[in-house]
């Protein structure tokens, strides 16, 4: 696996098979446009996933905010000095590239939010696996209230989180969610205290990373499968994936490992 990416709004460790990309843009409230971090968090997961090393992703904000999602401040200038069709490839060559990568990653995404993830923010929150919020954290689909709708696929995430009721009443109301509720209806698995939040984070991807290293990006490889697969379809991937992993060091392992009463030692082979 190449090193670590060079990363300039944003701090990306690497821990054992647990990588933390931190946004650094409090200045700017941690805003995926006119910064550098839409571009940052591509480049971490095209380079999480070129190898086995790393098995859970954390992605969560310095500051105040977890994420503003789009700058606000830019918009007016955008939508007066260009046409929709380079309004259209704006979209398609930036902001989309997100959703696909996050779709791709086969690394466990796990979201930290640390204050409000708004817009653009909260789709990124909602494209990770899992999502642990701190008391701050809180979350609007607010595109409508500035004229606007995800540019980003925020629907298609949104309406397999928390359903197409739910998912309709927060995008056409763009009203903000504060965590508790964000628990009750789906969007954050927990709540946690501030200070708590990132050791939590850290806790369940140690959990991941505890796991066989190719079972875990086969299992989450047909996690993303089964959203669009027919039964028939799904059952000839995990026959598949199933038999590959039969055939992996990892398993024979995991196996003698279960017999002998210990914890396993995974290589990744």
Known sequence: MTGLPALTDSE??????????????????????????????????????????????????????????????????????????????????????????????????????????????????????????????????????????????????????????????LTLTGRMVKADEARDIGILLEVTEPDRLLPRAMEIAAQIAAKPPLAVRYAKRALRLARRQGLEEHLEACASFQAALQKTEDHLEALAAFFDKRNGEYRGR
């Not at 968090?41 to 310095?62: F, Q």
């Not at 704006?90 to 791709?104: D, H, K, N, T, V």
């Not at 909260?122 to 540019?151: K, P, V, W, Y």
């Open 12 to 169: 990306l460790k690497l821990e054992g098979r647990i990588a933390l990309l931190t946004f650094r843009r409090d200045d700017m409230r941690n805003a995926l446009t006119g910064t550098r971090l839409a571009d940052e968090i591509y480049e971490t997961l095209e380079w999480a996933n070129t190898g086995a090393e790393v098995s859970a992703l954390i992605l969560t904000g310095a500051g105040a905010a977890f994420s503003a999602g789009g700058n606000v401040k830019t918009m007016r200038e955008r939508a007066i000095a260009s046409s929709p069709a380079e309004l259209e490839q704006y979209y398609r060559r930036g902001i989309q590239r997100i959703p696909l990568a996050m779709e791709a990653s086969e690394v466990a995404l796990i979201a930290a939010v640390n204050g409000p993830a708004i817009g653009a923010g909260f789709d990124l929150a909602s494209m990770c696996d899992i999502r642990i919020g701190s008391t701050h954290a809180q979350f609007g689909e607010t595109f409508i209230n500035l004229g606007l709708m995800a540019g980003d696929g925020g629907g298609w995430f949104l309406q397999r989180l928390v359903g197409p009721q739910r998912a309709a009443e």
